[in-house]
């Protein structure tokens, strides 16, 4: 499973690099989502990875903390996919405004000669 | 006995052993009394601060109660510092209030002689002025600002004098630099007064920058910034190999702030303000802060050779300087700033020659020159204000129009001028006879006495002509106003600092004599040297120099009279334009960093994220070069075959998304939202149900808002190269970012398995895990870390959110879509066509009909909907869920209404108001955190418990469920705020583009 995670990361990552270094906006906002995927699960492997274990405790003390997925960075990645959320969001509405104002989406706001 | 320094030039060594600390040493009984006393400290210093935003809330023409505020502040500030004097006797007051201990920054002040002095200098010399600027300010004036910059001025000063911790001195250093430029570029409308403004910030706070980094150093050196160890470890600080770059920054500060050569130009310029405000500031305050600071380290930065001769050449330098030019200036404002600089000069200079007895006449002299130069500046404002010209060529004889004022006005000259029986005289001979003295056999100490007699014989002149010219001689002709005596009011303040120089001049040994000497004493300590106030030495050295002084002075007027009046400019230094340098200077700065910008920035984002990239990437493979890369031995998961599929099409998605983008946007957002979808069937497969669950939920969210915002893209044809296949520029470009986008993703694959190859050491989900449920309250170990151990994080997180939700809302509200956008898009055209074209059809029919099955189960699913999110927020808590995925179910469930029944019908049945929901989930969140004060626990905790129901069982109570609640709210509020802005861009009728619709 590692490895399968860890190339999907790569691959991931690539396609996203790959578009925000494209002219297009619409191209931008696609690989920054792409990237945010792949960032998402990269914080997860941090906790490495188990397999029917997630981080639901019972009502008594926790004998086994190995037993359980690593909480931590669940909760650092359900922040950071709302925020990606926001993030996208904004950069939409960013981008459709300066495509109103501009009359291009090229991301400088004019079209390369 | 003199003894001679090792490594001096034989001058007598001074015992510049720095005071002992005078803690407060009150016998037990007294301790609570006099820490309430040290208490008044604060009220003290923050008096002026509250009057000064007082008098900043009043109405622009309420003159008379901001000076009623300005006035009464600084009275009250000044008694209550006069009461404080008793204290003084048995050491300094402190009071502290630690801040951050730990880098020994505590908010500390501190009143002893030296401080006390100043601090009633600043207070009583500002309420006179105060009493004079609520005449002479014009009413056309916003008063009332005027006055809340000099009380916060005020207030800068007084904490700079109180400040018992360096650091804390500077920042206070620094608000009077940004208060002086305030109060100088007072009336904005004026070029000069602008410029001058300016100028006299970016010198003094360029000034601020060097002494805040000298005070590190000393800080350093000492290991602490606590005034009383800094001043008992001079010698520490004296021997040390920082002492020479803390020397020069520290020297830096405040030669820029006392306008000492050769930063002395900012001072002329400073002119263009108020009078009162060259009164105050130019005067008494601002400049001699600099002072101040020379005089409060003196026990611990005097006495090398490289204090000697910095400071001693810099105050010779501005003496003599200040005293040539002040005779040349046809403005009586700039004969007095020149002279203040030529007075500067020779207090520094007094200050250099490091002898205790010359740092007591400094001290003496400080206090003169801010009596005599506040009066005459007072009296140059009066005779602009009633005759309406400065210029000393233009005036004449105004003796008979204001003879109240042309006494006053003498008076304090001869002051200056140092003719006996008055203040100025008295510490004009102290500083000769230490001039006379020996200190190091240099030439500066042969020279000295000459000098310095030449310098005040200067002083005579411009003395004389200021008086001579303005009052004396025939009745004026041609003035702007027929001058005639100033108001009442305008006069007292003037009266009452020249009856001081009269006091002080006739009677100091029982006036000034006994703060003089708490004030030395609290400088010098044991080291404090016997002088003596007396005005009658016998007929001695320094009183022959002194009436050499006075006969050259009032020759010199005589002879050069008429062509003083006929130059424009002081010969020999006129061509030296501090100004000139200064623009230079500036300019270079500016046009320096303009090159640099153009040679390395860029305005296009695309050079701009590949560096980014390409750096990130190299700096990420570097440790691999270094350390190499190797796997660790961990027994990772046993890989599924489905788990290696899924991931085929994920990979898949990603590069075809990659692919698609530029053409087939749709295309590539679905490919996207695949990709999407296969991590989140990772974090389910992966054990991480509630992120599984929450980014499945906000994929479906922004798939709908990228959907939105297609509609407004323009099309994109495909490119058409001239020579069938893109230019070479463009194939390298691209095959570079390609190479960028492959080390990029190969590095993350490497890391990644890297690390997970690795066990996973001690963390702290171990003490989440452990205490979620004992002290939490909940079995979701990842719910109640956001809502509960790490809830702060969480509250700035829908913080964010809801401010993202209110810019995409404003910035939705100005849109103005591209021209060619504003169509009705192509398949609504079609269908409208098709419609007119079959009869019995109506145009739009099409359109309702359209989703007509799918839209009655859309409408049905809302409730079921909103009751699933409910659920989802109550069982957060023990199970996967929570307010974030609630919130944007919720969201869902309401977009789903708009995309079935059109934007119209929706809002026509349903009152959808997302900014008030952003509104009620902050205040919700927040109050939640605020009521754990109310039990006296710190914000954000949590409290829970559990209760029976019946029927039910048992249910969790927490507050950390309200706290859920708030962000469930917030978050429906926010996506729906966003996803609704967008919406209503397509019903705009495009006419009306000026007042947008709004969603609420």
Redesign the interface.
């Known amino acids: 499973?590692?490895?399968?995670?860890?190339?999907?990361?790569?691959?991931?990552?690539?396609?996203?690099?790959?578009?925000?270094?494209?002219?297009?906006?619409?191209?931008v906002?696609?690989?920054l989502?792409?990237i945010s995927?792949?960032v998402?699960?990269?914080i997860?492997?941090?906790?490495?990875?188990?397999?029917?274990?997630?981080?639901?405790?019972?009502?008594?003390?926790?004998a086994n903390?190995d037993a359980?997925?690593?909480?931590?960075p669940?909760?650092l990645?359900?922040?950071a996919?709302?925020?990606s959320?926001?993030?996208?969001?904004?950069l939409?509405?960013?981008?459709?405004?300066s495509?109103?104002?501009t009359?291009?989406?090229h991301?400088?706001g004019v079209e390369d000669e | 006995m003199p003894i001679a320094c090792p490594n001096g030039w034989g001058r007598e060594c001074t015992d510049a052993a720095p005071p002992p600390v005078k803690r407060n040493t009150a016998p037990p009984g007294d301790t609570e009394i006099s820490a309430a006393t040290a208490d008044l400290l604060w009220v003290l210093l923050a008096l002026p601060f509250a009057g000064s935003l007082l008098a900043a809330l009043l109405p622009a023409r309420a003159r008379n109660a901001a000076g009623l505020v300005a006035g009464g502040t600084a009275l009250v500030g000044a008694l209550l510092t006069a009461l404080l004097y008793s204290s003084l006797a048995d050491g300094a007051l402190r009071a502290e209030i630690a801040w951050l201990p730990s880098l020994g920054l505590d908010l500390v002040l501190r009143l002893d002689g030296l401080a006390w002095i100043f601090a009633f200098l600043v207070l009583a010399i500002g309420f006179l002025v105060v009493v004079y600027a609520r005449y002479y300010m014009s009413p056309e004036d916003p008063v009332p600002r005027f006055f809340a910059f000099f009380l916060a001025f005020m207030g800068s000063m007084l904490g700079l004098v109180l400040s018992g911790n360096l650091v804390q001195l500077v920042f206070f250093w620094e608000l009077t630099s940004l208060f002086s430029f305030l109060l100088i570029g007072y009336w904005h409308h004026n070029e000069t007064a602008r410029k001058g403004a300016r100028m006299a910030l970016i010198v003094t706070a360029a000034g601020g920058v060097c002494l805040l980094v000298g005070v590190l150093l000393v800080g350093k050196i000492v290991g602490s910034y606590d005034l009383d160890e800094v001043l008992a470890a001079g010698d520490l600080v004296r021997s040390s190999e920082l002492y020479l770059p803390a020397l020069v920054l520290i020297l830096l500060g405040a030669f820029t702030k006392s306008a000492q050569f050769p930063f002395h130009f900012w001072l002329p310029h400073a002119m263009a303000a108020p009078t009162p405000v060259s009164a105050y500031l130019h005067s008494a305050t601002m400049v001699k802060a600099g002072i101040f600071l020379m005089i409060r380290l003196w026990p611990v930065l005097a006495g090398t050779d490289a204090w000697y001769l910095i400071v001693t050449t810099v105050g010779l330098a501005t003496m003599g300087i200040g005293a040539w030019a002040a005779i040349f200036q046809q403005d009586l404002k700039g004969l007095l700033a020149y002279s203040t600089i030529s007075h500067l000069g020779l207090i520094t200079l007094l200050l250099g020659l490091d002898s205790p007895l010359a740092a007591v006449a400094a001290i003496f002299h400080t206090l003169n020159h801010a009596t005599f130069k506040a009066s005459l500046f007072m009296a140059a404002g009066i005779i602009d204000h009633e005759a309406g010209t400065r210029d000393l060529r233009r005036l004449s004889g105004l003796y008979r129009f204001m003879p109240y004022t042309a006494t006053l006005a003498m008076v304090a000259a001869a002051a200056m001028a140092g003719v006996p029986l008055l203040n100025g005289f008295l510490s004009k001979e102290m500083f000769l006879a230490e001039a006379l003295d020996t200190h190091s056999g240099t030439p500066i100490d042969a020279a000295l006495p000459y000098l310095a007699t030449a310098a005040l014989a200067l002083s005579v002149l411009y003395s004389v002509r200021f008086i001579h010219q303005a009052f004396f001689g025939p009745p004026p002709v041609g003035l702007p106003k027929q001058p005639h005596e100033a108001p009442f009011w305008m006069r007292v303040p003037i009266e009452v600092l020249v009856l001081a120089c009269l006091v002080v001049g006739t009677l100091p040994a029982i006036t000034v004599g006994p703060f003089l000497d708490t004030a030395v004493r609290s400088v010098l300590g044991s080291a404090t040297p016997a002088y003596s106030l007396a005005i009658w030495h016998g007929f001695n050295r320094p009183l022959l120099l002194s009436l050499v002084a006075l006969a050259g002075g009032g020759a010199g007027y005589l002879i050069f009279r008429e062509r003083l009046n006929a130059m424009s400019g002081a010969p020999l230094i006129g061509r030296f334009k501090g100004r000139k340098g200064f623009d230079a200077v500036l300019a270079s700065i500016v046009n320096t960093a303009r090159a640099l910008e153009r040679r390395l920035g860029t305005v296009r984002l695309q050079p701009q994220l590949k560096l980014l990239a390409a750096i990130a990437c190299l700096a990420a493979f570097l440790p691999f070069g270094r350390y190499g890369y190797s796997l660790g031995d961990a027994t990772g998961t046993i890989a599924d075959p489905g788990f290696v599929v899924i991931w085929l099409v994920g990979g898949a998605c990603a590069i075809g998304a990659a692919w698609q983008a530029k053409y087939r946007r749709l295309a590539a957002l679905i490919l996207m939202a695949g990709a999407g979808l296969v991590s989140c069937i990772s974090f389910v497969w992966l054990s991480a149900p509630d992120l599984a669950l929450t980014q499945l939920l906000v994929e479906t969210v922004t798939t709908v808002l990228l959907l939105l915002g297609l509609r407004w893209l323009p099309k994109q044809r495909p490119d058409v190269w001239p020579a069938g296949r893109p230019p070479l520029a463009v194939r390298l470009r691209r095959g570079s970012d390609l190479l960028i986008a492959i080390a990029a993703g190969c590095g993350m694959a490497l890391i990644s398995y890297a690390v997970m190859t690795r066990p996973l050491g001690e963390s702290l989900s171990t003490f989440f895990l452990e205490r979620a449920y004992a002290e939490g309250g909940g079995r979701n170990v990842v719910n109640v870390i956001l809502v509960d151990f790490r809830a702060l994080d969480t509250l700035g997180e829908i913080a964010v959110l809801a401010i993202v939700g209110v810019t995409v809302f404003s910035l939705l509200r100005r849109f103005r879509p591209a021209e060619e956008s504003v169509r009705a898009p192509e398949q609504q055209l079609l269908q409208n066509a098709a419609d007119e074209a079959r009869e019995g059809r109506r145009v739009g029919d099409t359109l309702t009909d359209y989703l007509l099955v799918p839209r009655i189960i859309m409408e049905w699913l809302f409730p079921f909907i909103i009751v699933f999110a409910l659920y989802l927020l109550v069982r957060g808590h023990d199970l996967p869920g929570g307010g974030f995925a609630a919130g944007v179910t919720m969201s869902i469930a309401l977009i789903l209404q708009y995309v079935a029944s059109g934007t119209r019908s929706v809002e026509a049945r349903l009152r959808v108001r997302p900014l008030s929901w952003i509104g009620v989930g902050l205040l919700v969140a927040t109050a939640t955190g605020a009521g754990a004060w109310l039990f006296g626990y710190p914000f954000l905790t949590s409290w829970f418990d559990y209760a029976e129901l019946p029927l039910i069982g048992r249910v969790p109570l927490a507050s950390a469920l309200v706290f859920d609640l708030g962000v469930f709210i917030l978050v429906v509020g926010a996506t729906a705020l966003m996803l609704i802005a967008l919406a209503h861009q397509s019903i705009r009728t495009p006419m009306k583009r000026a007042r947008p619709a709004e969603p609420s």
């Open positions: 499973m590692e490895a399968v995670l860890a190339l999907g990361i790569g691959v991931l990552t690539a396609s996203g690099v790959w578009l925000i270094l494209r002219p297009r906006t619409f191209q906002i696609i690989g989502s792409l995927y792949a998402n699960l990269f997860y492997a941090m906790g490495r990875l188990k397999v029917d274990a997630p981080a639901l405790v019972g009502s008594g003390t926790v903390p359980y997925s690593d909480p931590l669940q909760a990645v359900l922040t996919i709302v925020i959320f926001a993030m996208t969001a904004l939409l509405v960013v981008l459709l405004a495509r109103g104002l009359g291009t989406d991301v400088d």
